[in-house]
């Protein structure tokens, strides 16, 4: 079985522009979670879906960042304007429904983004 | 507050050694889940391993095993005869409050095997 698809694996892009990653989480999954990982602050989850409905975005750093699942097969993450400080690896991971709470999450192999 | 803190920023052992990762954990919760995830080089999280608040039983896996005390709020991981394969960066977890799915990582303890 594929795991959880991202692209693009690797983004470079100036200060100021859009930038979207994508996520395709594995199929039967009803969660869907964004995290960032940097040297600084480590892994931080972003925001959350449940069966496409964002459950928690208090993570998401501010306005600049949004996300959207649109159907159960894919989601993605906006920047916009980026800044040199979202230079980040963002990792995308998925969760089936849990039983008794287990939070088992399946990672994608992340997007690693510089914004010069 | 949910906390997670692995303490060991870098670790390095000559192969064959063996090696114990530390993970101490806070939580109010009674109920909650321990997780450990390795990242290699080559980036991705892979996950090794659950446990949940009411089984303190060790567990091993080959020459992974884990160590899981409520007392202390600990979950440490050693892996026996470390092989070089074994570089990564370690990272313990903690499920969040209720059943959100949220994972609080400890900061991660980057292992280094030496031939």
């Known amino acids: 079985d594929a795991g959880v698809i991202q692209s693009p694996r690797h983004e470079v892009t100036e200060m100021g522009q859009e930038v979207t990653l994508r996520c395709k989480p594995i199929?039967?999954?009803?969660?869907l979670f964004w995290y960032r990982q940097t040297m600084m602050r480590g892994l931080e989850l972003l925001i959350y879906f449940n069966n496409n409905v964002p459950i928690d975005d208090s993570g998401m750093p501010e306005d600049r960042f949004s996300a959207k699942m649109p159907n159960a097969s894919f989601s993605t993450l906006k920047i916009q304007p980026s800044e040199p400080r979202d230079s980040a690896v963002y990792f995308c991971?998925?969760?089936?429904?849990?039983?008794?709470?287990?939070?088992?999450?399946?990672f994608g192999p992340g997007t690693r983004l510089t914004v010069t | 507050a949910q906390k997670v803190t692995q303490a060991q920023t870098e670790i390095s052992v000559v192969e064959k050694e063996d090696v114990t990762l530390d993970c101490v954990y806070e939580?109010?919760?009674?109920?909650?889940?321990l997780f450990w995830y390795k990242q290699p080089p080559s980036g991705e999280l892979v996950f090794l391993i659950r446990r949940n608040s009411f089984d303190e039983q060790n567990e091993i896996s080959g020459r992974y095993s884990w160590n899981f005390q409520k007392s202390t709020s600990s979950f440490n991981f050693t892996i026996t005869a470390s092989q070089v394969v074994d570089s990564a960066v370690y990272f313990c977890a903690l499920s969040g409050s209720g059943n959100t799915g949220k994972l609080i990582f400890g900061q991660g303890t980057t292992l280094q095997v030496k031939p």
């Open positions: 991971a998925s969760s089936p429904t849990r039983q008794l709470s287990s939070y088992e999450q399946y």
């Open positions: 199929s039967g999954h009803d969660y």
């Open positions: 939580t109010r919760d009674t109920t909650y889940y």
